[in-house]
């Protein structure tokens, strides 16, 4: 093992990991069991449109920048370079990042996308008659109250790099190489899932835990992260698209 407590640089590459950790994965429990994070629709809907565009850039930028960037792609980055003392590009062979194999992997990652909204679809139905309601499964109605259609696009399609770099590449590295291939896997399915508690209930965080078995043996199958982006970033924006759809024929 790389990490060296009594190095200076690897406490503060420790810290900051920690403080992702906490910010990704405990912020949503917490949430979870106590008061969700929500949204205030009335103040919103009465407010000025400069202020809403003000709100919504602020929202915005910490969304893409702070989470995103920061968070999911930043702080891995930290860890290589400060802990294993590894290059850029060092950094992108292991977290599977690579041109190689790309039409293979866009290939395989439409692939995945298909099979994961066949699988939602059979959950879904299962779902429905035991009595669930599938609006709580999606948090596309949340994101509407604060951000518009461009801005919902933009997080949706985004977003999806970080988090692939962060639990599908980071992650599935570090615990693939402690406690092996079907440890981490599920282990960074289920840290996925729960990464979304942040919604308020607990069908978004088991489906995207199953969406991220997918995701993670795709990854570790093609040897490309690229696979899991390509699935990821299709199969949020194809869900908007839907769901727009969907919205448009009721009354």
């Known amino acids: 093992m790389d990490f060296d407590a009594k190095k200076p640089s690897h406490i503060f590459a420790l810290v900051i990991l920690v403080v992702a950790f906490a910010m990704v994965i405990l912020l949503p429990i917490y949430s979870f069991f106590n008061a969700p994070l ?3 629709s009335t103040q919103i809907e009465v407010a000025s449109g400069l202020f809403r565009m003000i709100v919504e850039i602020i929202a915005l930028l910490i969304q893409i920048l702070l989470v995103a960037i920061g968070i999911f792609i930043i702080v891995p980055f930290i860890w290589y ?45 299962i779902l429905t008659l035991y009595g669930v309601d599938l609006d709580e499964s999606s948090n596309i109605a949340d994101l509407e109250q604060l951000f518009s259609l461009p801005s919902i696009f933009l997080i949706v399609a ?20 402690m406690a092996g291939r079907e440890t981490a896997i599920v282990l960074t399915s289920i840290l996925f899932g729960m990464a979304h508690l942040t919604y308020g209930n607990i069908y978004p965080a088991i ?31 194809a869900s908007v698209t839907l769901y727009i759809i969907g919205q448009s024929f009721m009354p």
């Open 81 to 125: 370079f400060l802990v294993n003392k590894l290059s850029f590009k060092e950094i992108l062979f292991r977290i599977k990042l690579r041109k190689e194999g790309m039409d293979m992997a866009i290939f395989w990652g439409i692939v995945s996308m298909v099979s994961m909204f066949a699988i939602l679809f059979v959950i879904g139905i």
């Open 207 to 237: 489906l995207t835990g199953i969406l991220g078995l997918i995701l993670a043996y795709m990854v570790l199958k093609t040897k490309n992260l690229v696979t899991a982006i390509v699935a990821h970033i299709f199969f949020n924006v």
């Open 158 to 177: 985004f977003q999806p790099i970080g988090e692939e770099i962060f639990f599908r590449g980071f992650l599935l590295d570090k615990i693939n190489a």
């Open 38 to 40: 929500s949204i205030d």
